[in-house]
């Protein structure tokens, strides 16, 4: 099997866990409830969902993904599709789940409204994501550590769409939206490390900084996880509403 990737790996600790089960609460689905998550990956959701005797439907747009998200999970049903373009008939679930997904969506609309469609009167929606303007890391120079914070979001077309996800559910005629925020504390460098180096890179592809700032904001934050310094925390937020 071949090696696990970032988010696969980050899927298998206790935070993500802690944070998929609190999806699932806001969800409240009952055993025998028809649920759609969006944006699957490899279907760690999915397979807790399907445990608990919903009728799980994972949806991602990569093949690879739903290979595998299939071979963990035989009793749960999976498609190859986009958000945008949900094989599902109309109201034909009661729970919709999404999470880290927005963020690289240019236009949220036209999948919040195949939500709509999908969802009966009455389902629940829940939008689970990551702010990149949230984001905390500690650093030396740390005028220096947010503006490398800014090339790591330049990284995907809406980093800060989690803070919109109330508005853009009210919008599109949901009702009684909550919010909740997860705090992921991070003080193993090692689990960030390949995400700060692209940080650091986009700043400089985008002239942020120099290479020479990249290079010494790096070995600050390696020398950190060395000393046991490293410190990141990742507020994620929960938004759930009625449909």
């Known amino acids: 099997m071949a090696e696990p990737s970032f988010l696969d790996r980050i899927e298998q600790t ?3 866990t802690a944070l998929r089960a609190e999806s699932y609460r806001l969800l409240g689905l009952s055993p025998g409830d028809a649920v759609v998550d969006v944006g699957c990956g490899a279907g760690h959701a999915v397979a807790e969902l399907a445990a608990a005797h919903l009728k799980a439907i994972g ?7 739903i290979a595998v998200a299939r071979a963990r999970s035989t009793n749960a049903m999976f498609h190859v599709a986009r958000s945008d373009e949900l094989p599902l008939e109309d109201e034909s679930v009661d729970g919709y789940r999404a999470a880290r997904l927005f963020h690289l969506l240019a ?5 919040l409204a195949e939500a709509r469609r999908v969802l009966r009167p009455g389902g629940r929606i829940v939008l689970v994501g990551q702010d990149y303007g949230f984001i905390l890391i500690d650093g030396t120079d740390q005028d220096l550590t947010d503006v ?3 090339g790591l979001e330049s990284r995907t077309p809406a980093p800060r769409a989690a803070r919109s996800y109330r508005d853009l559910l009210l919008d599109q005629g949901f009702r009684d939206p909550e919010v909740v925020v997860h705090n992921e ?7 960030l490390a390949k995400q700060l180096q692209a940080a650091a890179a986009a700043a400089v592809e985008k002239a942020l900084i120099t290479q020479q700032d990249a290079d010494d904001w790096l ?10 310094r490293f410190l990141a925390v990742l507020p994620i937020l929960l938004v759930a509403a009625t449909r």
């Open 14 to 16: 206790p935070g993500a």
């Open 59 to 65: 949806v991602d747009p990569d093949p690879a993904a």
């Open 107 to 111: 236009d949220p609309l036209p999948t």
């Open 148 to 150: 490398v914070l800014l």
């Open 185 to 191: 504390v991070m003080t193993d460098y090692t689990q």
């Open 219 to 228: 070995a600050d934050q390696t020398e950190r996880g060395r000393n046991d």
